[in-house]
Nanobody, 113 residues
Framework: QVQLVESGGGLVQPGGSLRLSCVTSGSISRRFYSMAWYRQAPGKQRGLVARITDAGYTNYADSVKGRFTISGDNAKGTVYLQMNSMKPEDTAVYYC??????WGQGTQVTVSS
């Protein structure tokens, strides 16, 4: 059983920064070929924010390019999301995902003055 636990969410002012973390437990010997962050705002569908593969390739949603950076160690099952120059439209519940199968419980991020 693989479990993902996110942390680092909270309230931040527009233009501010937050760093989300995700760690896995359970089958820690498993290597994840893909780890990602998704987000879901109220009334909207969950969508991809950023993904990193075990080869180090990354891709981002257009709305966060140049502001967010994903990093981590897929072999260890850890992934981070550095969020800079944050905007009110970044407000959402952020979810960690591994191998497109496993999900964390989510962490709330609110951008507001």
């Amino acid at each position: 059983q693989v479990q993902l636990v996110e942390s680092g969410g909270g309230l931040v002012q527009p233009g501010g920064s937050l760093r989300l973390s995700c760690v896995t437990s359970g089958s820690i010997s498993r290597r994840f070929y893909s780890m990602a962050w998704y987000r879901q705002a109220p009334g909207k569908q969950r969508g991809l924010v950023a993904r990193i593969t075990d080869a180090g390739y990354t891709n981002y949603a257009d709305s966060v390019k140049g502001r967010f950076t994903i990093s981590g160690d897929n072999a260890k099952g850890t992934v981070y999301l550095q969020m800079n120059s944050m905007k009110p439209e970044d407000t959402a519940v952020y979810y960690c995902n591994a191998n497109a199968i496993y999900w964390g419980q989510g962490t709330q991020v609110t951008v507001s003055s």
